[in-house]
């Protein structure tokens, strides 16, 4: 039997609105969804503002399209990635598309994909409206794709200059004791860590353990509180909401 076909995605980012300190981690995280087929890039390289990008561009396999600012206040760069995002969608080559900027007008574009029934994943700052980052599939802060951020082979690091914009482990809990009350089959509020992680991913295209200074998902649910762990023996990870205590819970009591 063949194997499956890694999906096909279009890269284009933005480039006045995303810091090339991200490219590594921004190419690792696509590496997870599937193949960087297209990698485009758009801004004016004609001056020295998009320095750092153009000392990137070769290590990742970047291709550059100038755009310049002819005129002031005018963003001819934004214009240029939807004409290509457009013409790329209707070759039909593509599985999903990585729209890497902060810029909500971008919002329609990602929607008008969607529409396709293609996939988008949208990467830029916490600071990015909501508009856009709900119109994605998934939406990845660049915060945490870079160099200082949580991963599962790297510890935190106290004096992370990205520390200011991490969120407590607990600001996640009522989210994930949603995603659990939604995946609750009766089986004594037991639901598997994977499938956890997928209602979140529904319930909130942004959502990322690394906000939470936390690598894995595993790790924020034991680091927010409130929820039981359990490990079987073949590796599998189990969670549930905390039930009371005994003699709690239980409703007022009632008299004859």
Known sequence: MAEPRTPRLAVLIDADNASPRIAPGLFEEIAKIGEASVRRIYGDFSGTRLKGWADVLATHAIMPHQNFAYTTGKNASDIALVIDAMDLLHSGRFDGFCL?????????????????????????????????????????????????????????????????????????????????????????????????????????????????????????????????????????????????PPGRGAGPATTA
Not at 110 to 134: L, N
Not at 146 to 158: F, G, S
Not at 202 to 223: C, M, N, W
């Open 100 to 244: 890497v900027s902060s810029d909500s007008d971008f919002t329609r574009l990602a929607a008008r994909i969607r529409e396709q029934g293609v996939d988008v994943y949208g990467f830029g700052e916490q600071k990015t409206p909501e508009s856009f980052r709900q119109a994605c599939r998934r939406f990845v802060y660049t915060e945490n794709l870079l160099p200082e951020a949580p991963a599962p082979d790297r510890p935190v690091r106290a004096d992370a200059r990205r520390a200011p914009t991490l969120k407590p482990p607990s600001a996640a809990k009522d989210l994930i004791s949603t995603a659990i009350a939604q995946l609750d089959d009766g089986d004594d509020g037991w639901v598997t860590l994977g499938r956890v992680g997928q209602r979140l991913a529904i319930l909130a295209s942004d959502f990322d353990p690394r906000t939470y200074g936390q690598a894995k998902l595993g790790d924020l649910v034991e680091q927010a509180g409130g929820f039981d762990v359990s490990r079987n023996d073949a590796g599998g990870v189990y969670i549930r909401i905390k039930p009371p």
